[in-house]
């Protein structure tokens, strides 16, 4: 029967040790790794704040709807527009920032994200800047 030396069995246990510890406090997933600011000029449809987004507030101007998007996981607000040809899309928050249209596909147009943490936000559709046609509620 072999023997195991004293110096193998405490870096054995020395080695297990950090292993546990760096499994212990290892952030699942899905956790966003800042929430509100962090995420103020980013596409939303480039980051995990779009996996968990929800519609808070729309509003109607003749077949436009825009609407207000928000993740509660980023804590961050952006506005949404179908059928956006011809319009400016605009986010805004309490805060006095404001969010453009930044990207579009065939059947949306989208700003990029606001900081909501403890403000609150709200989506324009504009025909140019400052003429507004319609604006979501506040969230």
């Given amino acids: 029967m072999k023997r195991i030396s004293r110096g193998a069995v405490a870096l054995f246990i020395t080695v297990a040790g950090a292993l546990g510890t760096v499994t212990a406090t290892a952030a699942p997933a899905s956790a966003a790794p800042c929430q509100g600011s962090c995420w103020a000029g980013k596409d939303p449809n480039a980051t995990i704040c779009q996996n968990d987004a929800v519609t808070k507030a729309s509003a109607t ?13 980023c804590r961050a607000a952006w506005a949404r527009i179908q059928s956006a040809y011809g319009d400016i899309l605009v986010a805004h928050n309490s805060a006095g920032a404001k969010a453009y249209e930044i990207n579009a ?3 949306f147009a989208w700003t990029s ?20 046609r319609a604006c979501t509620s506040r969230y």
């Fill in 113 to 132: 994200m606001l900081n909501d943490m403890n403000l609150t936000a709200w989506g324009c559709i504009e025909y140019s800047a400052g003429d507004v």
């Fill in 105 to 107: 596909n065939s059947n």
């Fill in 61 to 73: 101007y003749g077949t436009k709807r825009v609407e207000l998007r928000y993740s509660p996981t």
